[in-house]
């Protein structure tokens, strides 16, 4: 078996169903369910995915990882259920993983869509993630929600984009915000503890301010209109909900405020 498909998915019932028929060429095509109270596991079944079972956890690199142990593939690509691998893609990773490449891992560009406008300046394309790699080579840490894949050994990169749709309407956009930054949030308060005025300085209005002003001046975000204004702002404002999250948490659950080691001691 040349190629296994790797893919997590919660509660994804609208958009599974085409990111599975992306890549129906594959050998094999893996969902870990995680605690999805649609017919998620159901669709996925139906468009010919072997479907396993976890409980959900607020880290999704944790199941990531369990989802490629699952595999048998000598290769895994892992994606997302809001992600597309089109023809030209296909064709591309077809043709590098039956050549028996030295590089144990690829990075693969990825054209990211906001409200159904593709972004291309901002640096939102292209945004490379690696996700082609070699079976037992790769493996997500598990520290923080933003982290890549890593893999051990050489490298390359592919040519052809892969399609990305995280948000088709500003209420999804939202929805995900409030996960994300809750779990933010909480990696805060393991490691500083108690909300400090200079972190959120530092980290709430200056990165704040600093990464809008990278993707929408520096980097050329204004040329993509007024969704690329939106995207820009929204993302600068999620490190202030971050913050936010953080100082109410200190003042109405201090026990959750504690970092790990204060928590064992006390």
């Given at each position: 078996?040349?190629?296994?498909?790797?893919?997590?998915?919660?509660?994804?019932?609208?958009?599974?169903?085409?990111?599975?028929?992306?890549?129906?060429w594959?050998?094999?095509?893996i969902?870990?369910?995680?605690?999805?109270?649609?017919?998620?596991?159901?669709?996925?079944?139906k468009?010919?995915?072997?479907?396993?079972?976890?409980?959900?956890?607020?880290?999704?690199?944790?199941?990531?990882?369990?989802?490629?142990?699952?595999?048998?593939?000598?290769?895994?690509?892992?994606l997302?259920?809001?992600?597309?691998?089109?023809?030209?893609?296909?064709?591309?990773?077809?043709?590098?993983?039956?050549?028996?490449?030295?590089?144990?891992?690829?990075?693969?560009?990825?054209?990211?869509?906001f409200?159904?406008?593709?972004?291309?300046?901002?640096?939102?394309?292209?945004?490379?993630?690696?996700?082609?790699?070699?079976?037992?080579?790769?493996?997500?840490?598990?520290?923080?929600?933003?982290?890549?894949?890593?893999?051990?050994?050489?490298?390359?990169?592919?040519?052809?984009p892969?399609?990305?749709?995280?948000?088709?309407?500003?209420?999804?956009?939202?929805?995900?915000?409030?996960?994300?930054?809750?779990?933010?949030?909480?990696?805060?308060c393991?490691?500083?503890?108690?909300?400090?005025?200079?972190?959120?300085?530092r980290?709430?209005?200056w990165?704040?301010?600093?990464?809008?002003?990278?993707?929408?001046?520096?980097?050329?975000?204004?040329?993509?209109?007024?969704?690329?204004?939106?995207?820009?702002?929204?993302?600068?404002?999620?490190?202030?909900?971050?913050?936010?999250?953080?100082?109410?948490?200190?003042?109405?659950?201090?026990?959750?405020?504690?970092?790990?080691?204060?928590?064992?001691?006390?």
């Open positions: 078996m040349l190629l296994s498909v790797c893919m997590i998915a919660r509660n994804e019932a609208s958009q599974i169903g085409a990111a599975l028929e992306s890549v129906a594959a050998d094999e095509r969902v870990l369910d995680c605690g999805s109270t649609d017919n998620t596991a159901e669709i996925a079944s468009h010919g995915a072997q479907v396993y079972y976890a409980e959900h956890t607020p880290n999704l690199n944790v199941n990531k990882n369990r989802c490629f142990q699952l595999a048998r593939g000598e290769w895994i690509l892992s997302d259920a809001d992600e597309r691998v089109p023809p030209a893609l296909a064709e591309e990773i077809r043709k590098v993983i039956t050549t028996a490449p030295p590089e144990k891992g690829f990075w693969v560009p990825r054209r990211n869509w409200l159904g406008h593709p972004l291309r300046y901002g640096r939102q394309y292209p945004d490379y993630q690696l996700r082609l790699f070699r079976r037992g080579y790769g493996a997500f840490p598990e520290g923080h929600i933003h982290e890549y894949l890593q893999v051990r050994g050489p490298v390359g990169y592919l040519n052809n892969l399609e990305h749709f995280p948000y088709r309407t500003l209420s999804q956009y939202l929805a995900k915000v409030d996960r994300d930054t809750d779990f933010l949030a909480q990696h805060l393991q490691q500083y503890g108690q909300f400090r005025t200079s972190v959120f300085l980290q709430g209005i990165r704040s301010l600093r990464r809008f002003l990278e993707r929408y001046c520096l980097w050329g975000g204004f040329r993509d209109g007024f969704p690329g204004f939106l995207a820009a702002w929204l993302d600068s404002v999620n490190i202030i909900l971050t913050m936010a999250k953080w100082w109410y948490r200190s003042q109405h659950e201090p026990s959750h405020a504690l970092p790990e080691t204060d928590r064992v001691l006390r």
